[in-house]
């Protein structure tokens, strides 16, 4: 979708759409000019409820010729006093949705003109972009039908810094830029991204870039003692691999900041094999991996004045005569010895390889996203992601940017008593415990290959994927994590 900025009156401005926020308490002129060029509908949409500003309402409503654009789609905000940039984001994607069932490709939006002017122009396109999202490259029938948005016209008030606006829209693109790849590639299937897919997407992404980039095949891993990551992918006839990308940015200091992404391509459980219903969603097993690589791309893109390095552990998880089993010992790259008591534990395996690879660059912080446990979606459904680590400093930063780009995360406790049920008889751990606090000991677990490192990890199997549409969140992929890291990255 191509953006455009024009400033002119939005009641002069010809579109076969204009988008209009609407507070449930508040007028302003627009809207009072609007409504009298429509002899007052919509102050009786007002006054028969059918549309009363109510946040997360819409209502599309034909001109018939009273006005240059064609139609009015007003989107409610709430309460004028309770308006935030979630809200405005929220709004946006309401509006295209209500666009796309209309099939009206190009339009124009005021919505930005609520709040304040640049967070609230950004929000709007985030929504935007995000909301309009769509995977259907592998739909072959109706080509001719489908639909796709083709631009959006920024309208601003004559005098505005149009230099400022162009800023906040580049940058809005280039994150939702991110999200989208992560999106993409967590809706590929199983049998296009694997473990070589990731690598030459890392690749593609590092020369884009000007950024540098390692592949790390399975004999090299072999060599460093990454036994937990290697012994999850030997059931496979993909390999597993460790990708490691570095951006070094312009006039950047200090210690780099690390993110690691889980990156199971599939997981069928291995051995410890999973139930058949809904087993095609493991496909998203690697949306850890996929932040990773829509935050690299991001904050490359932005020229972020840090040091960032991404590492994606990716491997399949299939059951054959190779595959790990319940029962074996492995040895990681820490040399802790791992009892291994269910093969479905795998992410576990090999974030710890991963995360101990990693302190070797000293970094000051370390964020590792993963869609790690099902027991994450028992405790906090699909609104937030679990929040977990060693350093709260570092939590509450993540938690901070979490609410501010409207990628939510819960704390949980990492207390040394849930370690209790991560001792093996046989080994200094076991990959799995019982079902009891399941998203809590699997961070226990991962907590011990830090080291005294500022460390936080993110379970996003419950937010990775959705069942149902949200606001700038189609059905499917969500691209959870890149939002969400750059922010902070921004913050610091």
């Not at 967070?119 to 001719?144: H, I, N, P, Q, R």
């Not at 609104?383 to 409207?406: F, T, W």
Request: glycine residues 12%.
């Amino acid at each position: 979708m191509n953006i455009n900025i024009q400033t002119v009156n939005p009641c002069k401005h010809a579109s076969p759409a204009l988008v209009i926020g609407c507070f449930e308490d508040a007028h302003n002129e627009l809207i009072d000019a609007c409504d009298a060029a429509l002899d007052g509908c919509m102050g009786r949409l007002k006054s028969t409820k059918e549309f009363n500003g109510k946040a997360n309402s819409t209502y599309l409503i034909h001109t018939l010729g009273r006005l240059p654009s064609e139609r009015l789609l007003l989107v409610g905000l709430g309460k004028k006093s309770e308006l935030t940039v979630e809200i405005l984001r929220q709004a946006a994607g309401n509006a295209v949705q209500v666009l796309r069932k209309a099939r009206v490709a190009t339009f124009a939006t005021t919505l930005h003109l609520t709040g304040d002017s640049n967070a609230a122009l950004e929000a709007v396109v985030v929504g935007t972009v995000l909301g309009s999202y769509s995977f259907e490259l592998y739909k072959t029938k109706d080509k001719s039908e489908r639909f796709s948005f083709e631009s959006m016209t920024v309208l601003l008030p004559k005098g505005a810094d149009m230099k400022s606006a162009h800023t906040r829209i580049s940058r809005a693109e280039i994150i939702c830029q991110g999200s989208t790849l992560a999106r993409d590639l967590v809706s590929q299937p199983g049998n296009v991204v694997t473990t070589g897919y990731l690598a030459n997407v890392a690749k593609d992404l590092a020369e884009h870039h000007g950024i540098e980039c390692r592949v790390y095949e399975q004999a090299e891993m072999e060599n460093l003692g990454m036994n937990a990551l290697v012994g999850v992918g030997k059931g496979s006839a993909e390999p597993p691999r460790l990708i490691v990308l570095e951006y070094h940015g312009v006039n950047a200091k200090g210690r780099p900041v690390v993110i690691v992404g889980k990156g199971i391509t599939f997981d069928s459980g291995g051995i410890s094999i999973k139930p058949g219903a809904g087993m095609e969603e493991m496909k998203t097993d690697m949306a850890g991996g996929a932040a990773v690589l829509g935050t690299m791309a991001a904050a490359a893109g932005l020229k972020l004045p840090v040091n960032l390095i991404g590492i994606i552990p990716t491997a399949e998880n299939m059951p054959d005569g190779k595959s790990f089993k319940p029962g074996d010992v492995l040895t990681s790259m820490s040399g802790s010895t791992i009892e291994i008591t269910n093969t479905d534990a795998e992410g576990r395996l090999i974030l710890c390889d991963a995360l101990h690879f990693a302190t070797q660059y000293k970094p000051a912080v370390m964020v590792d996203l993963a869609t790690l446990t099902g027991a994450c979606v028992v405790a906090l459904g699909h609104e937030a992601s679990g929040l977990m680590g060693n350093n709260q400093r570092l939590m509450d930063a993540l938690k901070g940017a979490g609410e501010r780009c409207g990628e939510r995360l819960w704390q949980l406790p990492l207390w040394d008593e849930y370690g209790e049920a991560m001792k093996s008889d046989i080994a200094d751990l076991k990959n799995a415990g019982s079902r009891d606090g399941g998203s809590i000991t699997a961070g226990w677990f991962l907590k011990q290959f830090v080291g005294t490192i500022p460390w936080a990890h993110l379970d996003i199997a419950g937010t990775a994927w959705g069942d149902k549409s949200r606001p700038y969140s189609p059905k499917g992929a969500t691209g959870i994590g890149v939002r969400l890291l750059i922010e902070y990255l921004e913050s610091r």
